[in-house]
T-cell receptor, first 109, second 114 residues
Framework: GQQVMQIPQYQHVQEGEDFTTYCNSS?????IQWYKQRPGGHPVFLIQ?????EVKKQKRLTFQFGEAKKNSSLHITATQTTDVGTYFC?????????FGAGTILRVKS | DSGVTQTPKHLITATGQRVTLRCSPR?????VYWYQQSLDQGLQFLIQ???????AKGNILERFSAQQFPDLHSELNLSSLELGDSALYFC?????????????FGAGSRLTVL
């Protein structure tokens, strides 16, 4: 359907460990967006991926779009306490931006 | 400050009541989106307006309605409130930047129905 499935639902890592969240769709995606919501905050746009196999980096964050454009991932290298929050992927269906359920990241210092 | 203003920040009301949530988009943004975020359900798309016209509808209950006014601010009306309507309601406005339709969210309105 229109939803994107996001896994894991929750991850608790030690500071300095890596973290990855995955976003999967049963249908081909024209694009995928990623947002971050800090605890008590609002979602903030991180990036959009459009091209098959695309890889984009933002400092310690690496975003990938699958070759078949049905999945995407966000990888954080050497997590820090500032990375805590919920990471959402979202896809546009016409004018609707539909989000996955999100992955909650907690970082133990 | 994201530039998207939502009022009120917090609202406590009783079942059966009606409330109005208000959103002012960022200057120049013509699109407004409404989302509901409950503890268990992530960000649920409700409705989207563009320059005063409804453009997309999600799983918005019939008890809920929205509109966008000529000055581009938007209101979300929730009526016959139920306990399950307690949630954080986000408004977002959008602009196309470098080919991406980027949503900028407000701080949200937290509704508690008792």
């Amino acid at each position: 359907g229109q939803q994107v499935m996001q896994i894991p639902q929750y991850q608790h890592v030690q500071e300095g460990e890596d973290f990855t969240t995955y976003c999967n769709s049963s249908t081909t995606l024209s694009n995928i967006q990623w947002y971050k919501q800090r605890p008590g905050g609002h979602p903030v746009f991180l990036i959009q991926l459009v091209k098959s196999g695309e890889v984009k980096k933002q400092k310690r964050l690496t975003f990938q779009f699958g070759e078949a454009k049905k999945n995407s991932s966000l990888h954080i290298t050497a997590t820090q306490t500032t990375d805590v929050g919920t990471y959402f992927c979202g896809r546009f269906r016409g004018n609707k931006l539909v989000f996955g359920a999100g992955t909650i990241l907690r970082v133990k210092s | 400050d994201s530039g998207v203003t939502q009022t009120p920040k917090h609202l406590i009301t009783a079942t059966g009541q009606r409330v109005t949530l208000r959103c002012s988009p960022r200057s120049g943004d013509l699109s407004v989106y409404w989302y509901q975020q409950s503890l268990d359900q992530g960000l649920q798309f409700l409705i989207q307006y563009y320059n005063g016209e409804e453009r997309a509808k999600g799983n918005i209950l019939e008890r809920f309605s929205a509109q966008q006014f000529p000055d581009l601010h938007s209101e979300l009306n929730l009526s016959s409130l139920e306990l399950g309507d307690s949630a954080l309601y986000f408004c977002a406005s959008s602009v196309v930047a470098e080919g991406a339709n980027v949503l900028t969210f407000g701080a949200g309105s937290r509704l508690t129905v008792l």
